[in-house]
C-alpha cells in the first residue's frame, strides 16, 4: 500500500522476510486503491518462501462468493504447503462493496453467514446438490484457522463462535489499547464456551529505515485512511508513532506484555532498508 511498490517489490521483499527473524508474510484486502491484489500477491508470497506464515489480513468476505474464495484459499494452502492463516473482517470502505457490486448493508449478519458456508466448503461440501466439491483440498484439514477482525464487544462476541481468532490493529502501537482488546477476545471466548483461548494478532503502521521517517509515516497514514475524509485522516496520521527502532521495540515489548500473539507491521515505505532496520530489532528481542 506504500508508495513506489511497482514489479520486483513482492518477491524481493518476501524472499528477505523469509531469510529474517519474522514470523509471517501478510498481505490485505483493499480494491480502490493502488495496492495490488491480495490474492494473487499471497500467491507469489507463498511461492518464494518456505518458513514463514502467508497470512491474508484480512479477506473481506461480503465482498465474493464463497465457491470462488474456498478454492483460493485451497490453492493458496497448496502453495504454501499448509502455511496459510486466513484473517476474515467486514471492512469498512463502501467503494470497495461498490466496485466489487456487492451489498453494503448487513455486514456482519453477511459475515457470519458466509464463514460458515466457507468453512462447509473447505471440509469437502459441495456448494450445490449434485455439484462436485470445490477443489483443491487444503494441506491442512479443514482449512487454516480463520481469525476475525474484531475489535468492538458487539462483533468480538460474534467472532467468539466461529473464530479462532482475532487480528486486530492499533494506529500508535498503544500498549493498553492492545492489552483492552486482548483481554476482551480472551473473555468473549470464554462466555462462548471455548475451550481453546483465541489467537491474538495486532499490528500498527510503521516507517523505518529512510531520511524523515515520521514524515513519511505520517503521510502515508494519511493517504491510506483518505476514504475517511482529510480531517480525520489527519488527525489519525498524528498518532503515528513507530519509525524508530527505539519505539518499534517498545511498541513489541508492550504487546507482548499485552498478551499478542503476532504483531503485524505495515510498512508505510518500499524500501528494503525498512526489512533490514526491522529485522535487527526484532532479533534483538529473541
Not at 514489479?7 to 509471517?24: N, Y
Not at 464463514?115 to 449434485?130: D, H, Q
Not at 529505515?209 to 515520521?214: F, K, L, Q, Y
Request: with cysteine.
Amino acid at each position: 500500500m506504500a508508495p513506489g511498490y511497482g514489479p520486483g517489490t513482492t518477491l524481493d521483499w518476501a524472499r528477505r522476510i523469509d531469510a529474517g527473524p519474522f514470523s509471517s508474510v501478510s498481505v490485505g484486502e483493499r480494491v480502490t486503491f493502488p495496492n495490488p491484489e491480495m490474492v494473487a500477491t499471497l500467491g507469489a508470497c507463498a511461492a518464494v518462501t518456505e518458513r514463514v506464515q502467508v497470512l491474508a489480513n484480512l479477506w473481506v468476505l461480503p465482498q465474493h462468493p464463497m465457491a470462488m474464495v474456498a478454492q483460493q484459499i485451497g490453492t493458496l494452502d497448496q502453495l504454501a504447503n499448509g502455511r496459510l492463516e486466513v484473517g476474515v473482517g467486514v471492512g469498512g470502505r463502501e467503494h470497495d462493496y461498490r466496485a466489487l457490486g456487492a451489498d453494503f448493508t448487513r455486514r456482519h449478519q453477511q459475515l457470519d453467514d458466509k464463514v460458515a458456508e466457507l468453512k462447509a466448503l473447505l471440509a469437502g461440501e459441495p456448494p450445490f446438490e449434485g455439484a462436485d466439491p470445490v477443489g483443491p483440498a487444503c494441506v491442512q484439514p479443514g482449512g487454516p484457522i480463520i481469525l476475525a477482525g474484531a475489535m468492538g464487544p458487539k462483533a468480538m462476541r460474534r467472532a467468539a463462535r466461529w473464530a479462532d481468532g482475532v487480528s486486530g490493529f492499533s494506529i500508535s502501537g498503544d500498549a493498553a489499547e492492545i492489552a483492552q482488546a486482548c483481554a476482551l477476545a480472551d473473555r468473549c471466548w470464554s462466555e462462548a464456551g471455548r475451550s481453546t483461548p483465541p489467537r491474538k494478532v495486532s499490528g500498527c503502521f510503521t516507517a523505518l529505515g529512510v531520511a524523515d521517517a515520521d514524515q513519511a509515516l505520517h503521510a502515508f497514514t494519511a493517504r491510506y485512511l483518505g476514504f475517511l475524509g482529510p480531517e480525520l485522516a489527519e488527525l489519525v496520521a498524528a498518532a503515528t508513532r513507530a519509525s524508530s527502532p527505539e519505539v518499534l521495540a517498545d511498541i513489541l515489548d508492550g504487546a507482548e506484555r499485552a498478551g499478542c500473539d503476532e504483531f503485524i507491521l505495515v510498512p508505510a515505505v518500499t524500501d528494503p532498508k525498512f526489512l533490514e532496520v526491522a529485522a535487527e530489532v526484532v532479533a534483538a528481542r529473541s
